[in-house]
């Protein structure tokens, strides 16, 4: 705001102040607080928040075409029945069987930790009633998932695309991490090569995982992949992972495991090599062995590191789709369909609500798993740091 | 004289050049314009108007641009497209059942003034049931066929000849032949091939497959009985012992095919048969033509082709059961063996964007025209790559086509005997063409038998899977408006 005071008469000639020091400055620094916010917040409205509002309303509504164009009739929470309850509740939870003794008391112990996780929190004043509310709908939440899984891994059972993704994520993050441990404490030991492999460790992440999905459709093609002559050799030429939903969903973990355990190794390396020497040194002259030093002292310090590697790897895992879509085409079957493979299916056959819904789906599911990891895992680990 | 000849051969060579040329185009009079042609990822069916287009367009100046989408999104993709009002796509050649959903909202050109006026097509040359059903809605002409579809079986002629077998008249004969000659050596390679090799892999053509085997066993009184729907409750035929007979010899196929069998889409299976890897295929009329491919076939002149296999069982619709054949449970039996063979897809076709501009329509008519014409498509429909086969009279007729192409003269009349047995059936099973018969087909139906066929689900829970989908989708789109199209579907004249 620019203000140029006119004067006359014969006053004292002085300079003349072009600005108003007082009031208007300090309008103008709230104005530009918000001016200089505005481009940031207008882009997470305009690419976050908007798109997020849209799939919402699509979830609730069912594509029609009708002549002239399409209109998309509201539909309220049908789609999400569908899911759960209709004709995609199968694909979606998959076959539910009645639990056989063993998957009861794993059933059993898992809900017994959920109840002493729920009632230490009661006997803890300090969490508020906020956090044992938290705390209650995790363990809900929690045990329900557990359940179901459980009855869709007991005999008779099979898993639909929300136990699949959360095989993925599991199975998946746990072997890249202890895969990337092993490596990274292997490569920041003072090895011969060590440069060459730290390079060599990396490769698959630079890789497009379109490419990795055909490498691997390849490599596990008994019949003619460059395997082919030792398959025969071992008379498994005639048989296909293929065939087998759990020889498929192992195929795609592992390609998932090679690509992503670079990652986890990469960033562990960095932690590993910014220990600092004194404290090993120290350990050292107390003489501890390399392994009580790697247990006792180097992992303990690289937990925080850990724990956020894994949360950004959880968040990410829970999105793939590459490896099943090109690798097993989501087959056999729906064997191998992520959730993410789930919605674009639906979206390719143009059913966009139902899309919509697996995909909000996706997203409590990650949403879920991400603040129950920070408030259970990571902040306490980074506390204890 | 000699000025009299100069102008017969002139004349002569107009005449002969006529047919090449649809009567609505003249040389150069498309100069400048760009048909767009929107197909799925061939090379069958992309090839030959790939190969083509620059052919037309020396003819008349337009340029012919052919895009290809895989066939799972094909059908989306031309929806979309004229939905949007996109419109970057002046042709769509695609599967005729998906018409109902294109033409109804008003987006294909009525191609009828057209037709009648286009004396180079020699419509009536094309056969009844491609004019009826691939080409024709509600009375009026969509779409020019381009191809001719029914599925067959097909078999090794030396195979089963060493082995003293006779080709397959019903499913149980099918299976007994794929059990006699799997893991045998076929083609002489040393290693152990297989009985029977079917497309059997998700988002592809496996639920065609499955109903070449189940038509047989659902429908038996004619055309008109229909084997999706009952004609009168719009319930679907797929909750009953003739359909759960069906799916266990469809999955029993398997016990006799390739091993990574479920990842078999039919370039695969028609790899493996015209390599000499299987005894049995089940196929359109691709396999008759790429077996006398001197490039990729080591089975030339050794296959035989057969009306799809029937069976001596069939449905009671009143109880859900399987009774025996009879007069009057199956009054088209022969020998007591009732044959339904399945219209399968129907035959590729073109139709024209309504949305187009009015010269390009034209021009996009004409390239149409152009490839339906007998000059090229008596020639396509010989040539294994291109996925067209015989849909004319007189490819039927002209045996010689056929045996220019390489085929034997006994070869040519085995595989259009075939066809014609399929397409004079009074029993013949018509493909599903009421709207949303994508998402019965391609989405319920194929995700189901996929389910099947990995093992995840069982035959009941397969038969209350597609049972329960088909019913959500009728009652959706409103079981009247649904019963009223499959009833109009089956009484297409024939």
């Not at chain 2, 059936?425 to 998402?439: C, E, G, T, Y």
Request: net charge positive; hydrophobic share 50%.
């Amino acid at each position: 705001m620019l203000k140029v005071r006119a004067r006359s008469g014969a006053g004292p000639v002085g300079p003349v102040p072009l600005l108003r020091v007082g009031g208007a400055g300090t309008w103008m620094e709230r104005q530009a607080r918000s001016l200089f916010l505005m481009p940031a917040v207008a882009m997470l409205v305009a690419l976050s928040i908007f798109p997020l509002c849209v799939s919402l309303y699509l979830s609730l509504t069912r594509l029609q075409f009708v002549p002239g164009g399409f209109r998309l009739p509201f539909v309220g929470l049908a789609n999400y029945r569908k899911l759960i309850f209709g004709i995609e509740r199968v694909h979606f939870l998959g076959v539910l069987a009645a639990l056989s003794p063993l998957f009861w008391l794993l059933f059993a112990v898992v809900a017994t930790g959920l109840l002493v996780f729920v009632i230490r929190s009661l006997r803890a004043p300090e969490s508020g009633a906020r956090g044992l509310a938290g705390r209650v709908f995790f363990a809900a939440v929690a045990g329900l998932l557990v359940w179901l899984l459980l009855r869709a891994l007991t005999p008779g059972g099979r898993p639909g695309s929300l136990f699949v993704t959360l095989i993925y994520v599991i199975v998946g993050i746990a072997v890249q991490y202890w895969l990337g441990l092993a490596l990274a404490f292997l490569a920041s030991q003072d090895l011969a090569g060590r440069r060459f492999f730290r390079v060599v460790f990396l490769l698959p992440m630079m890789i497009t995982p379109v490419g990795i999905a055909y490498t691997f459709r390849i490599l596990f093609d008994l019949g003619k992949g460059p395997f082919a002559p030792l398959w025969q050799a071992l008379g498994l030429a005639e048989v296909s992972w293929v065939n087998f939903p759990w020889g498929a969903r192992a195929a795609v973990m592992i390609g998932d495991i090679w690509q992503w355990t670079p990652f986890m190794f990469i960033v562990l390396l960095a932690a590993l090599e910014s220990l600092p020497a004194e404290l090993l040194e120290a350990a050292q002259v107390d003489g501890a062995s390399r392994w009580q030093m790697f247990w006792k002292v180097m992992w303990p310090q690289i937990l925080p590191v850990s724990s956020t590697v894994i949360l950004i790897r959880l968040i990410e895992a829970f999105k793939i789709i590459d490896l099943p879509n090109v690798l097993t085409n989501g087959g056999p079957g729906t064997a191998t369909e992520s959730l993410t493979l789930h919605a674009f299916m639906a979206w390719r056959t143009l059913d966009i609500g139902g899309s919509a819904a697996v995909a909000y789906m996706l997203m409590f599911l990650v949403t879920f798993s991400a603040t129950a990891y920070i408030s259970f895992v990571h902040r306490r680990v980074a506390e204890a740091a | 004289m000699r000025r009299s000849l100069g102008i017969f051969l002139a004349l002569l060579i107009a005449a002969a050049l006529l047919p090449v040329l649809p009567v609505t185009a003249a040389p150069g009079q498309f100069a400048g314009v760009t048909v767009n042609v929107l197909t799925f990822t061939g090379p069958q069916i992309a090839e030959p108007l790939q190969r083509r287009g620059p052919a037309f367009g020396r003819l008349t100046g337009a340029k012919i641009n052919v895009v290809t989408v895989p066939f799972s999104d094909l059908y989306q993709k031309i929806l979309t497209d004229m939905a949007t009002g996109t419109n970057s796509f002046h042709v769509f050649v695609f599967a005729p059942q998906w018409m109902a959903d294109y033409v109804t909202p008003g987006y294909l050109e009525d191609l009828t003034p057209r037709v009648n006026a286009d004396t180079a097509l020699q419509w009536n040359d094309i056969g009844t049931f491609f004019r009826d059903f691939s080409a024709t809605y509600g009375g009026r002409i969509y779409t020019i066929p381009l191809d001719g579809d029914f599925q067959m079986v097909y078999y090794r002629t030396d195979v089963l000849q060493r082995q003293g077998l006779q080709p397959p008249r019903t499913w149980e004969d099918y299976l007994r032949i794929a059990a006699a000659t799997h893991k045998k050596d076929l083609n002489g390679d040393g290693r152990a091939d297989f009985g029977s090799c079917i497309a059997k892999k998700r988002n592809a053509q496996s639920y065609w497959m499955v109903w070449s085997v189940a038509g047989n066993f659902l429908q038996a009184k004619g055309t008109s009985e229909g084997s999706f729907f009952d004609v009168d409750s719009m319930k679907p035929l797929v909750n009953n012992d003739a359909f759960a007979e069906a799916l266990r010899i469809y999955v029993e196929t398997g016990k006799y095919g390739p091993p990574d069998e479920l990842n078999w889409d039919v370039g695969d299976s028609r790899g493996g048969f015209t390599s000499g890897r299987c005894a049995l295929t089940l196929d359109w009329g691709d396999i008759g033509t790429l077996a006398i491919d001197p490039k990729t076939s080591k089975v030339k002149n050794k296959v035989g082709a057969v009306i799809i296999p029937g069976t001596r069982r069939v449905l009671d619709r009143k109880t859900g059961k399987l009774v025996a054949c009879s007069s009057s449970t199956c009054p088209h039996a022969v020998g007591g063996i009732n044959h339904s063979p399945f219209a399968a897809f129907g035959g590729w076709s073109g139709g024209i964007n309504k949305a187009a501009p009015a010269k390009v329509k034209e021009a996009a008519y004409a390239f149409l025209s152009y490839m339906s014409q007998p000059a090229q498509a008596n020639a396509d429909v010989t040539i294994g790559i291109t996925g067209f086969n015989p849909y004319r009279v007189s490819q039927f007729r002209n045996t010689a086509l056929w045996v220019k192409a390489g085929m034997s003269q006994a070869a040519a009349r085995n595989y259009l005997g075939a066809i014609e047995a399929s397409l004079r059936s009074p029993n013949m099973v018509l493909d599903l063409r009421i709207p949303q018969n994508q998402r019965y087909e391609q989405v319920v139906l194929d995700t189901a038998i996929a389910k099947l066929l990995a093992k995840e689900i069982n035959i009941q829970q397969a038969m209350k899977e597609i049972f329960d989908g088909w019913e959500a989708i009728t009652n959706e789109l409103g079981r009247d408006k649904q019963l009223a199209a499959y009833r109009a579907t089956l009484g297409v004249k024939r």
